[in-house]
Nanobody, 118 residues
Framework: QVQFVESGGGLVQPGGSLRLSCATSGFFFSRADMSWYRQAPGKERELVARFSWYSTKPYYADSVKGRFTISRDDAKSTVYLQMNSLKPEDTAVYYC???????????WGQGTQVTVSS
């Protein structure tokens, strides 16, 4: 059974940092493209960052470029998102997701809430 378990969210002040983790199971992690998405209240879910299994150059949305870093540990089947210089507009529920051969793998996890507020 495919599982995504996100953790590491919380309440942080503007300018602060958080590191999100997503532990996965049930699929061939080292051959999957791993992504982080986020969904803010009243908005659609959006792609934040992607780390393809075959590439060393991750993709970042323009809104997080230079502040967020995605990384993966294939031995632990875990993907991370280091978030620095956080802004109130980064407030959202963050989800990780996998794709293999261009197709989504499994269902969405429960996500982890990130709130940036003073």
């Amino acid at each position: 059974q495919v599982q995504f378990v996100e953790s590491g969210g919380g309440l942080v002040q503007p300018g602060g940092s958080l590191r999100l983790s997503c532990a996965t199971s049930g699929f061939f992690f080292s051959r999957a493209d791993m992504s982080w998405y986020r969904q803010a209240p009243g908005k659609e879910r959006e792609l934040v960052a992607r780390f393809s299994w075959y590439s060393t150059k991750p993709y970042y949305a323009d809104s997080v470029k230079g502040r967020f870093t995605i990384s993966r540990d294939d031995a632990k089947s875990t993907v991370y998102l280091q978030m620095n210089s956080l802004k109130p507009e980064d407030t959202a529920v963050y989800y990780c997701k996998a794709a293999a051969g261009g197709s989504p793998v499994g269902s969405w996890g429960q996500g982890t809430q990130v709130t940036v507020s003073s």
